[in-house]
């Protein structure tokens, strides 16, 4: 709620999408169905003329599911890629990341149990490659060839394991030639996914900088407040 509230203050509305290990782990029964359920959504929603993209972690592959989807029937959903006007990723994971950040999502505070998931992560993308890792491969494709060319801005940390500097780094490299701008916001040190609760005005100022880019800013009170 804390991110959310960061965008209702400047007069959005908000939509929250999430993936559970499961959805994760068996795309063609999980997060395949929760692409188009989020296509679904945006289509039945055409009021809304301007959409941002704002993703945590294994968010990256859950768009690049979505992206699948859109191009197999550009057609049908040319209409909601027009309107997506910026994108925002934090701690993004990249495809040889999955095994590490879902352990440390599931288990946050639990080593032991990390490790297991991780190791078992690990024999799920080799074992189950038709079921699941062909469609993280494309995904990851998809994403860093994505065809919606519209700004974005990556946080990352130096001490992330998950969405890592390099990975990253790579992505911008990617995107930057493709012609899309790419912001890059880099903390000396801050925890997965935990960057706006270690460096929150930092964190605030970025965005705020680059909705202000995009013309998407309403309250400069709101964000005087937080700064």
Request: aromatic fraction near 14%; proline fraction near 4%.
């Amino acid at each position: 709620m804390k991110f959310v509230n960061l965008y209702m203050e400047q007069g959005f509305d908000v939509a929250l999408v999430s993936l559970t290990p499961w959805q994760l782990m068996w795309p063609t029964k999980g997060s395949k169905l929760v692409a188009v359920d989020l296509l679904s959504f945006l289509k039945q929603n055409e009021s809304y003329q301007q959409i941002l993209l704002h993703g945590f972690s294994v968010g990256g592959y859950m768009w690049g599911e979505v992206l699948d989807s859109m191009q197999r029937d550009r057609e049908k959903y040319n209409d909601i890629a027009n309107r997506i006007v910026g994108q925002v990723w934090d701690s993004i994971a990249d495809i040889n990341e999955i095994p590490i950040g879902m352990p440390r999502a599931v288990f946050p505070k639990n080593k032991v149990l990390q490790t297991a998931l991780q190791k078992y992560m690990e024999y799920h993308m080799k074992t189950f490659y038709k079921q699941s890792t062909q469609y993280y491969i494309r995904s990851s494709q998809l994403f860093h060839t994505s065809f919606l060319r519209v700004p974005a801005l990556l946080f990352i940390s130096k001490t992330d394991p998950v969405g890592t500097v390099t990975s990253n780094l790579n992505l911008r490299d990617n995107w930057e030639s493709l012609g899309i701008k790419t912001y890059v916001k880099i903390f000396e040190e801050s925890p997965h996914v935990a960057h706006f609760y270690t460096y929150p005005k930092e964190y605030v100022a970025e965005l705020y900088a680059f909705l202000q880019k995009l013309n998407l800013i309403q309250n400069e009170e709101k964000i005087r407040a937080r700064l």
